[in-house]
Each structure stands twice: as C-alpha cells, then as structure tokens.
C-alpha cells in the first residue's frame, strides 16, 4: 500500500496548489482586482511552506474550525485514477463534514463520508507546526462499514517543505464502532518544523464513516 499511496499524496497536493493557481490567474476576480495578488501569493507559501514560528503542543477538537475544514485533505483511487482534494469539497468519492451527532467530545468531530468503492485511502491532516526532540500524537476514532483496520503514518518535514522522514503505518486503527484511542511516538529530526498525520486504508466500500475527534500533538525536548 506504501508504495501505491504515499509518493501520490506529495505530488497531488503541489498539483493541486498548481491548479488553484492557474485558476486564479484565469479568473475575474484577479481581473478586476489586482491588489488580490499579494494575498494570493501569501496563502500558497502558506500552504507549501510550513511557518517557522516555535510549535506548541496543539490540540484539533473540530469545536473552533471552519466547516470547510482547512488544513485537511483526502487521496483515494477510483477506477485506478488517484485524486486528492480538500475534504469538504463536493464531488470526490468520500466527503468531509462537521458532525455534531455523538462527537467525542464537545459539539463537533470530524465526519468522514464514502460515496464509492475507494481504494488506497488516506485523511491527513497538512502541514502541522511542531518542534522539539519527540511527538507523541494521539486522537479519538470510530467508524462504520469499513471492513478493514487502517494504519496512521506520520511524515516529518523541514523548514523548507522537504520532506526529510516517512513514519508509515505506525499504529493500526482496528475498526470500532465505539470511540477508541489512537496513540504514536515519534522522534523529531532537529530540522523538522511541520508534520503531516493521515489515517489510511487500502480500500473502503461505499456507505463506510470514519469519525475523528480530539487530535493532540505533545512536543517534548
Ligand atoms: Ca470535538
């Protein structure tokens, strides 16, 4: 599955930076309004390059977030053809959503819907800040009609936007229709500012959910 899905989520995701760019320069909008640009250009950096500002511990409950869910992404094949995009976008085999039907905790988690048979899924979490000598990671997941357990992997990047280590399949996600917690350790590469976190499957029937709640990140020296 490694080989399949991994070098595809790098390559899709500057694509689809690449992408909103040229939809950019083609539209009215930037027409009408040059003075757009300067923004523009700021949220690609944003987007391709990790800040490099000192991390925190960060916690990600889904309680302060905007329903289109930024920083998230989903990568899964259909009919061979591997696609990735942002997770509350229409359209795509599984969509993202704010759910406050039974959430871990607080009034929301996060929902994640298969409209179609997917194959070598992933959800991950982009470009999170962090620093220090180790990680540990844990979240909250349950799911529904998936049929398989899934694997969390942990990708550490420079301050650069290299990426410098893959953590495949780390921890195993058993299918449960309960919440059940997910924890990991990792340690960081001197040069790490950013992580990316995804939880994947190497393939999902249409009608599964996946719920994710309480995302913690714990930095240690
Ligand atoms: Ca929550």
Redesign the pocket.
């Given at each position: 599955m490694e080989d399949h899905i991994e070098p595809a989520v790098h390559t899709l995701a500057m694509r689809s930076v690449i992408q909103s760019f040229r939809n950019f320069v083609k539209s009215p909008e930037r027409q009408k309004n040059c003075s757009l640009w300067p923004a523009f250009l700021v949220a690609i950096l944003c987007a391709v390059w990790p800040v490099g500002a000192q991390a925190q511990d960060e916690s990600f409950?889904?309680?302060n977030i905007a329903p289109n869910l930024p920083g998230w992404r989903g990568l899964g094949s259909v009919d061979s053809e591997q696609k990735s995009w942002g997770l509350s976008q229409p359209g795509f085999p599984f969509i993202g959503s704010l759910d406050g039907t039974q959430?871990?905790?607080?009034?929301?988690?996060l929902k994640v819907e298969f409209t179609q048979d997917v194959t070598n899924v992933g959800i991950m979490l982009m470009n999170a800040p962090v620093s220090g000598g180790s990680l540990e990671v844990s979240f909250f997941i349950r799911s529904e009609g998936i049929g398989a357990d899934g694997l969390v992997s942990l990708y550490q990047y420079d301050s650069g936007g290299q990426r410098t280590q893959l953590h495949w399949g780390i921890s195993k996600v058993q299918e449960s229709s309960t919440w059940s917690e997910v924890t990991c350790k990792i340690n960081l590469l001197p040069d790490t500012a950013s992580i990316r976190f995804s939880v994947s499957y190497p393939s999902v029937p249409a009608g599964a959910k996946i719920w994710i709640?309480?995302i913690t990140l714990k930095m240690s020296n």
């Open positions: 409950d889904f309680e959430p871990h905790a607080g009034g929301n988690c709640d309480d």
